[in-house]
């Protein structure tokens, strides 16, 4: 039916943007060290309270606070907002963000599964999991609906068969199209 073949298609989607999720963040970042000079690392090394600068076109890939420069930032894969915002120092920012202008620094404030991103992913993954009962009530609904249209229009076309033949199909067509 329909309904199932949207359905499928939906949990389909959502394991694809599963998928897209895990291979949004970079491998490495660059880091600063105890000399202030940037160090690239692998991303698990990275702790809260770190200090990381992120690139023009580079995903940010952790949540914090901008410490120095300022620049437009894609939310969309968080927020939807297909506007970039313009962001500075003490502004937020998440983790699967981009950053499209200028190099950032960023304290770091959450890393891994602490991230607005990865709490994202729990949702998403929970939501695919789980069918709710109310859409197996409606679906139950929608067929008895349906069947019950289909058998209104059948009996107006047997009654106006009866009555006026040149008339049953208009009559039972026009009960299909009031009804949907």
Same mark, same amino acid.
């Given at each position: 039916?329909?309904?199932? /073949? ?5 949990? $389909?989607?959502? $394991? ?9 963040? !970079?491998?490495?970042? /660059? %880091? ?29 890939? =952790? ?23 313009? %962001? ?19 304290? =770091? ?11 994202? $992913?729990?949702?998403?993954? $929970? ?14 609904? @929608? ?9 209104? @229009? ?10 006026? !033949? ?5 009559? @039972?067509?026009?009960?299909?199209? @009031?009804?949907?």
């Amino acid at each position: 039916s329909i309904s199932r /073949y949207l359905e499928a298609h939906t949990r $389909r989607r959502a $394991r694809h943007n599963q998928q897209h999720f895990a291979r949004l963040l !970079p491998d490495a970042v /660059y %880091k600063y060290n105890d000399r202030g000079e940037t160090q690239l690392v692998p991303l698990p090394t990275i702790q809260p309270g770190d200090h990381i600068r992120v690139l023009p076109t580079h995903t940010i890939p =952790v949540d914090g606070e901008i410490t120095g420069g300022a620049s437009r930032i894609d939310e969309n894969m968080l927020t939807g907002e297909s506007t970039p915002q313009y %962001k500075t120092s003490g502004d937020r920012v998440h983790a699967g963000s981009t950053n499209l202008q200028s190099p950032l620094d960023i304290r =770091v404030t959450q890393t891994g599964q602490q991230t607005t991103l990865a709490a994202i $992913r729990r949702i998403s993954a $929970r939501a695919e999991q789980h069918r709710s009962p109310q859409i197996d009530r409606n679906q139950a609904l @929608a067929q008895q609906t349906v069947l019950a249209v289909l058998i209104l @229009a059948a009996a107006g076309y047997l009654l106006w068969q009866w009555i006026d !033949p040149a008339r049953a199909f208009d009559i @039972a067509l026009a009960i299909l199209v @009031a009804t949907c």
